[in-house]
């Protein structure tokens, strides 16, 4: 390395957070002032977390409000997707087959391996 150079960036470093970006892209005009503009850029931040906030409470409310009325359907959703597709008999065959050998189990297998498929498809 010469000395012109000076020292190299680790990877990743090069990376900016576009949140960040995108409040400094806002800014109506270049202040003169380099304090003046940070403090504006920190208030704008500070602004979308609290709004942030606010939007996870409102969230979390919504969730516990809806949770009694949602509970019973929810329960019949579980008890349909452990419902055993087949009932194995002793031995090898039942060891290897039980991970299987419910509806949610298989749906889960089968979402994953879309997930898979998708992934590679769209690399």
């Avoid at 002793?90 to 050998?101: A, I």
Wanted: net charge negative.
């Amino acid at each position: 390395m010469s000395e012109q150079e000076g020292p190299r960036s680790a990877p990743g470093d090069d990376e900016l957070d576009p949140q960040l970006l995108e409040l400094f892209a806002r800014v109506e005009a270049p202040p003169t002032d380099q304090e003046a503009f940070a403090e504006q850029v920190m208030r704008r931040v500070h602004r979308h977390q609290r709004w942030l906030l606010v939007a996870r409470v409102a969230a979390a409310l919504v969730l516990a409000v809806l949770a009694i009325p949602l509970q019973d359907p929810l329960e019949l959703m579980t008890d349909a997707l452990l419902a055993p597709l087949f009932e194995a008999q002793g031995g090898f065959g039942r060891e290897m087959l039980s991970p299987l050998s419910s509806i949610g189990a298989v749906l889960t297998v089968c979402l994953l391996g879309l997930q898979l498929l998708f992934r590679r498809l769209l690399r």
